[in-house]
């Protein structure tokens, strides 16, 4: 119960600290600058600069159907959780009280993309959701299997920045596209961290003097694969080992020490939950 009861606040937190920075992304460098990085803060933008229409007021418009259609999937925890997130966020978008702090529109796509993406991040990683784009294209994949959720993100997020040329200036919708990339980029890194781990697959007629090299002197675990070689009809041991790219070069040099022959192929792990990386 009192786990249950941290983790709450924990996601709590999260989700809190989340909108605010996000919020404090668009008052302070995107809508100031006419930068629209899409989704449907996004139509928000375009509908208050051409009818004067509150940003936040469109947003909670475009996601209030889509939360309905989809509160039975979602759950009602993790739905209600999203909901009220994404009024919240219509909110402070709407009024909170920060003044531009550039009205350089680089800088303002630089600093707004990736600012939003880490207040983005950390709402996901609060278990919440602002609804959006992503809900959308959710519920088109269900009518329409064969369009990819990918493609269906793309398209919609694609067309509100190239409708921010006509709306704003063209010059917009290049500076949106930067924009969209780093909160993007930024999203992905603060749900998963940075990508500090690479995991090697050593081919060796030498496999146990490997392993036993690497456990000794990296203190690393090694895993071993029963394989067949499919042209020699050989049977050998393929050794599975994760390290940091810190240790990559030091691997190495133990592989190629024991075995000059050995066959390696080494892969960028996008996450390593466990012993010796990252916990749970």
Do not use: W
């Amino acid at each position: 119960m009192r786990d249950s009861l941290r983790e709450e606040l924990k996601n709590n937190l999260l989700v809190l600290v989340g909108l605010l920075v996000a919020a404090a992304a668009y008052r302070l460098y995107l809508i100031p600058n006419g930068v629209v990085n899409g989704g449907f803060t996004g139509v928000g933008q375009l509908l208050n600069h051409a009818t004067g229409i509150s940003i936040g007021l469109v947003n909670i418009a475009l996601n209030v159907p889509l939360f309905l259609i989809s509160m039975k999937s979602m759950g009602l925890r993790f739905g209600v959780r999203s909901l009220v997130t994404m009024v919240l966020l219509s909110l402070l978008i709407d009024h909170l009280p920060l003044p531009p702090a550039t009205d350089d529109m680089l800088l303002a796509s630089v600093y707004g993309g990736a600012i939003s993406g880490i207040g983005f991040g950390l709402i996901l990683r609060g278990n919440a959701t602002t609804g959006g784009t992503d809900m959308l294209a959710s519920l088109l994949h269900r009518l329409v299997p064969v369009l990819k959720v990918s493609y269906a993100i793309f398209v919609f997020d694609g067309l509100v920045i190239i409708a921010s040329a006509f709306v704003f200036e063209a010059q917009a919708a290049m500076y949106g596209l930067i924009s969209a990339f780093l909160c993007n980029v930024l999203i992905d890194l603060v749900l998963e961290g940075p990508n500090s781990a690479h995991s090697y697959f050593i081919i060796s007629d030498k496999s146990e003097a490997i392993a036993d090299k690497i456990m000794r002197e990296m203190n690393r675990g090694v895993t071993g694969l029963e394989a067949v070689g499919m042209y020699s009809q050989q049977r050998k041991q393929v050794l599975l080992c994760v390290v940091n790219r810190f240790e990559s070069m030091r691997l190495r040099r133990i592989i190629f020490e024991a075995d000059p022959h050995a066959f390696v192929l080494a892969n960028k792990a996008k996450e390593v939950l466990g012993e010796g990386f990252k916990s749970m």
